[in-house]
């Protein structure tokens, strides 16, 4: 797409100098000229009096490599040899993509002595590992890994490529989406494909949360989303089930731009909160940040780990690697105990595929009963010791 003067109608009067909110646009020997903020808004077009501006649409299928773009791929990310469950939820979803669209499912493992996952992308769903084993490959670096990815994608241009919001992807996916000029939606809840066109629909929640919004990306391939931990389900695994090992080959220019020193874990990263089968969220309906012991005391007893809702972490009460929502973490344990939540939407893209979702609310209307299986009206105050009580009687 371009924006388009043509100078032959252009009288110079500067309508669209002034209108253009991007200072995209100036005069120039009494023609207007575009520069290169334009951000093809459209508010120009809308009040030139002459009609000398348009926007030159690329019609879909001009470009041949949009319309040959073929298979779903999946980033395999893993560290030490070890995948996080996100992959196997990525190709759950990247299955079912594939099957609506009528191509391959791809997964994309590089790494250094990775070979045997490949059984397991296998297992979890993918028909072809794209395997790029190499002793250059054995530390993530994003230099290397995104000159490798868009090798790899100029060479086999897949139509839809999904990765892990992990802090692995959301390093690594940007950089390729620039490298092959393509586009990405972050942090998609929905992923579908439009019949007509197969077009990718991203769904993520936008303006602060507040709407759905579904994204599209027409002109370029592939369409690429990340999806966080925990969104997706992976389908069931298939022990024993057989795909295509294409290996790649790389070129000798590998030279990293970064040197690791040393690799030290986070102390955030200690709680748990995405691989907890329980959690125990507490809200700014705890009333101070000591309210939290028995949100500990809680979780203690059923086995599961301390959330909280942004409203309690920015309250001072509890650190930010307990925040379960779009600004946090997003979970889905089998059991999700939220005290003092009010359940705003934020706060519900991060915990509502939950299996069972416990609210303890004193107002009745609170939209956190909305999306819970079991809802206690009451003071947790009250509630809470009732439950460690009952717990404790049937451990005893
Ligand atoms: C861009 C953006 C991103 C955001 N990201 C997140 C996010 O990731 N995670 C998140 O959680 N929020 C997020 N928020 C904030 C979100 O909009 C809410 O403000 C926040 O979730 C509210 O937290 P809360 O439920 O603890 O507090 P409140 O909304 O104040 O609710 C407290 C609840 O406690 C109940 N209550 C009070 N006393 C008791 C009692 N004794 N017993 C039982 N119930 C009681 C009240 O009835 C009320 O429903 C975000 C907001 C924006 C704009």
């Not at 669209?16 to 290169?36: G, I, K, M, R, Y």
């Not at 893993?78 to 992959?87: A, H, L």
């Not at 390093?171 to 092959?180: D, E, G, H, W, Y």
């Not at 925040?323 to 946090?328: A, E, H, N, Y």
Request: proline share 5%; with cysteine; hydrophobic share 45%.
């Amino acid at each position: 797409m371009g924006l388009i003067i043509d100078t032959d109608l252009c009288t110079g009067c500067g309508a669209c100098v002034e209108e253009c909110p991007f200072e995209a646009l100036e005069l120039v020997e009494d023609h207007a000229q575009v520069n290169d903020k334009c951000t093809l808004c459209g508010a120009c077009v809308e009040v030139c009096p002459e009609e000398a501006i348009s926007i030159e649409e690329v019609e879909r299928g001009e470009d041949q490599r949009t319309a040959q773009a073929r298979g779903v791929w999946v980033f395999a990310e893993q560290r030490g040899g070890r995948m996080p469950q996100v992959v196997a939820e990525l190709l759950g979803q990247g299955r079912r993509l594939a099957d609506e669209l009528g191509s391959e499912l791809g997964a994309v493992l590089l790494g250094h002595q990775v070979e045997p996952l490949a059984a397991e992308l296998f297992a979890w769903g993918a028909d072809v590992v794209y395997l790029a084993d190499d002793e250059r490959l054995a530390r993530f670096d994003d230099d290397i890994y995104c000159r490798v990815m868009a090798e790899l994608i100029a060479a086999h241009v897949p139509e839809v490529l999904l990765a892990g919001a992990t802090s692995l992807g959301r390093s690594l996916i940007p950089r390729v989406a620039t490298a092959v000029a393509t586009g990405l939606t972050a942090d998609c809840t929905g992923l579908s494909i439009d019949p007509d066109n197969r077009l990718l629909l991203q769904t993520r929640p936008a303006f602060g949360g507040n709407i759905m919004a579904t994204i599209v990306c027409p002109q370029a391939r592939p369409q690429m989303a990340t999806v966080r931990p925990r969104v997706m389900k992976p389908a069931p695994r298939q022990d024993g089930r057989q795909g295509r090992v294409e290996r790649v080959s790389l070129d000798g220019g590998l030279t990293p731009g970064t040197e690791v020193l040393e690799v030290v874990e986070a102390l955030d990263d200690r709680v748990d909160l995405v691989g907890a089968e329980v959690v125990v969220t507490g809200g700014r309906g705890l009333g101070g940040p000591e309210g939290f012991e028995l949100v500990r005391q809680l979780a203690e007893a059923l086995g599961g780990v301390v959330g909280a809702t942004r409203g309690a972490v920015d309250a001072g009460w509890i650190g930010h690697a307990h925040q379960v929502g779009q600004t946090g973490r997003t979970v889905a344990p089998r059991l999700y105990v939220a005290l003092g939540v009010s359940g705003a939407v934020q706060h519900l893209v991060g915990m509502q595929s939950s299996d069972c979702i416990v609210a303890v609310n004193t107002d009745p209307a609170a939209p956190i009963f909305r999306v819970a299986t079991y809802g206690i009206v009451g003071d947790l105050y009250q509630v809470v010791p009732a439950m460690l009580e009952r717990l404790a009687q049937r451990r005893g």
